[in-house]
């Protein structure tokens, strides 16, 4: 006699569970979202105020000013706990520092407002050495890390410097590092393209590649400025491809000061 079988239950997976999500830090959220379960409808990541802040702010559009000036009508929140809500913004936060986005419905696209006018989004100069200064939106993080590289983040973009001296000038190291360019190992990763914005002053050559980790695929450009005796090693990440511009024009933004 055969032995009968039970049917196993089959294990229903959670698409909206979202108690994984990359620890981005607290939502500072209207309580109109949580407590009225309204969707949101306005969002604006700002630099946050604390290690533990995200930055983002989230609202329905539908709060006067008097309410918003009220601090009992905001809550912070998990980012777990507002996608139960709205599973939509679970791309768009992780979007960086100086994102902002609207929606004109519950159930409408999100898109991306250029024109809000954030706090801290102005360009600043800061003094990198006695040689090198960086000019940069004031929206960017800084930090230096156990290495000693400097490290610039909003989130979705961001930057690591490092400076190596050596005894050779300007036009020896440029053949070295143009080199190593041209003749890189690219089992790893492909070089995607190849670039040089070299000046009286500095020789600036570099090269641009794609890597990824658990969450995401990103670009990395790798840029190297030259003077005499040192190199200035910059690389900077990014998630948009549109941003290729943005690490271009902060990599020229790095200059000698006057």
């Known amino acids: 006699m055969n032995q009968m079988r039970f049917f196993k239950k089959k294990q229903i997976k959670n698409e909206n569970n979202f108690d994984n999500f990359p620890p981005i830090g607290g939502l500072m959220v209207s309580k109109m979202v949580v407590d009225q379960n309204m969707k949101p409808r306005f969002l604006f990541r700002e630099k946050r ?28 929140y998990n980012p777990s706990t507002i996608l139960n ?15 902002v986005y609207e929606r004109i419905k519950d159930d409408s696209d999100w898109y991306k407002v250029t024109d809000f006018d954030l706090e801290d989004d102005f360009i600043t100069t800061h003094a990198l050495t006695e040689n ?4 940069i939106n004031n929206l960017f993080e800084r930090s230096i890390e156990k290495d000693e590289t ?23 190291l440029y053949e070295e590092y143009k080199q190593e360019t041209d003749n890189r190992d690219e089992t790893k990763s492909k070089t995607l393209d190849k670039f040089e914005f070299s000046d009286n002053e500095i020789s600036r050559i570099g090269y641009l590649i794609q890597e990824h980790d658990e969450h995401r695929t990103y670009h990395v450009l790798f840029g190297f400025s030259i003077i005499d005796k040192e190199v200035l090693q910059a690389a900077f990440y990014f998630d948009e491809k549109e941003d290729l511009d943005w690490a271009i024009d902060t990599w020229k933004n790095i200059k000698l000061k006057e």
């Open 132 to 135: 090198w200064t960086l000019e």
């Open 85 to 99: 809500i709205d599973p939509s913004l679970k791309d768009i936060l992780l979007k960086g520092v100086g994102s």
């Open 150 to 172: 400097l490290y610039y983040t909003t989130g979705d973009k961001s930057i690591r410097l490092i400076i190596w001296n050596s005894e050779k000038n300007k036009e020896q």
């Open 49 to 76: 105020t604390r290690p533990e802040d995200s930055g983002w702010r989230i609202f329905t559009g539908f709060e006067s000013e008097e309410y918003n000036d009220n601090p009992d009508n905001i809550g912070i």
